[in-house]
């Protein structure tokens, strides 16, 4: 009879077991469904909360969170009350283990969506991982479109399955997502399918925008303002993505879209108009359409596709008392003279400093680098006029100073070419100052590894200029080990390794002093202290920038398209000038193609791996078989 009475009290124990089972399940399932159903009518106040802290009906989602608490809580507490039975019965048990892992398993996938939704909402931006940084803006780009304050629309009419500029669309995409987000009010993007799914829109489009050409992939429509249909844009598909095919076995390709939308729209900011910049052109400086390797045509190509119309200046009379800069130049760009060019130098003091008060101030970016042998002066540098100008107009001593590497750091040799050792190679790095006070030049350089050849050494003039309110700051500097020297009728390769013989005129010419390669000049307003400023630019107006070296320049050392940090910095120097600082140090974005070798073993690359995959998940298996016997 005990036995009997026994079983029946199991039996009512395991039916009082998954009643409550059952019951809680229902119950709690009950109030996950009307959880989930308020969740969609109630979504919209808990984003805008999330987004921009909007409380409006917040007592909407806050509602359907507590009913999912309640929802999850009444199965936990059905599982509590009825694990006291679970000893009573094996079936019992097995259902017990089961309905925890549901119940966690669901607890675990609320908590991850609930954490998956916030950051999603509250930092929205993709978190870039790529060593290109091709899913990420540019510092200078996010604080452009930050502080539009005329309405941007881009409309991106690209085909995402085409072959002939792989990435376009996807890149696009991913910064125009970006650039929306940071300032919806001013900055949208669409996009406008040009596959025929939509022929509408698009027909709509293009009879707003007769400049639009489908053609060779399409392209990205830019109009600003409030009347787009005067102010706008195209880019071609063909202008986003560039490749180098340099390496045949390792080609790149570059994203261009961020450089070529922001060039864009500084370029209808100022309602189409391009600035002009004109380069000297006379006095032994490269070509201006040259196309050789010592010629400028590359870099006047270049500045013409960035929107800058680039002019040649030359003297054109006899009179330079009667020649002057145009007033239409923005930026003078003195490419590196070679010889005397007295005949201008009259033009570019009236330019920096004129007389009319009314008159706009120049703005001038100087590349002045070794120049010849003067034999009758011991073989010094020539003198081009420059020199004195700069120090009585910007306060910036262009010394007859050579910089030529004795070794790098943590070398003992210099830049090595041709298996020789090249002292004629400087490695450039920014001052610490400029980076500390975030000059926009210094952090175009940043952790680069520049390499200029033919180097003089700047300095700061020591009685200023005689514009009192001129200050100049060191930007860039010479890394390394240097010597100085003046004779320019030497040879360096031969000096270099006298220098390396003689250890005791090592010691007096070697020095690890960082001599200055390029400054900037601005200036303060007339109330103010010139010296009283702890950031350049601060309360002060750029003037000029003046850099010792100009071979750079040429179209040697210039890429064709895409980045390159000569480039870069010569784009930077005018940029500067006229105080477009979004606009430095705006880089493409480069992929790298892999390409497989011709004789590729499939078995390695494909069935090897599957096979070493499957014998692990075997193996591992196996132990936890044995583990699980013993």
Known sequence: MATDSTQEQRELSVQKAYALLLLGGLAGGILLIGDLIAAWYWWGPLVDFLRDDNREKLWQPLLALVALLVGLAVPFLAFQAARRYERVDATLR?????????LSLLLLAMLLTIICVFVWLRYPLPYDTTQGGFYSLGERTRQYIAELDKPVVVYMLLDPEDDMY??????????????????????????????????????????????????????????????????????????????????????????????????????????????????????????????????????????????????????????????????DAEVVVVAGPRRPMLDMIPALKRYMNPTDEKARKGRLVVLLGPTGPDRSNNNQMVSTGLEDFLREVLGVTATKQQVLTFRIRGSDLPIVRGNQPYPEAVLVTPVGRALDTRHPLALLVGENRVIWTEVRKLEAAPGGSANNRLQADVVLQADGFVWLEENMGQQTLATWQKLVLDPEEQRKRVTADRSPVLITVSESPPTADPHGFDKPNQGRSPRAVVIGCSAFLTNEMMPTQGGGINFDLVRGSIDWCRERYSTIGVEPKSYRYFILPKQTSYWNLFYLPLAAMALGVLGLGVIVWNVRRS
């Open 166 to 327: 792989p990435g376009a669309y996807q890149g696009m995409q991913v910064i125009l997502e970006q650039m929306q987000s940071i300032n919806p009010r001013f900055f949208r993007f669409e996009d406008v399918p040009i596959d025929g799914t939509s022929p509408g829109a698009l027909r709509d489009l293009v009879k707003r925008f007769p400049q639009i050409s489908l053609r060779a992939g399409g392209g990205v429509l830019v109009a600003v303002g409030d009347k787009p249909e005067n102010n706008y844009s195209f880019i071609q598909a063909s202008e986003l993505i560039n490749f180098d095919l340099a390496d045949r076995a390792n080609p790149q390709r570059s994203f261009n879209g961020e450089v070529r939308l922001l060039q864009e729209l500084y370029f209808l900011g100022e309602e189409k108009r391009r600035p002009i910049v004109y380069i000297t052109q006379g006095h032994g400086e490269p070509d201006f359409s040259d196309r050789g390797p010592d010629g400028l045509a590359q870099l006047v190509q270049r500045l013409t596709n960035a929107n800058y119309d680039v002019r040649p200046l030359q003297v054109d009379t006899p009179d330079i008392d009667k020649f002057n800069v145009p007033p």
């Open 94 to 102: 097995r259902v017990l283990y089961g309905y925890n892992a549901v």
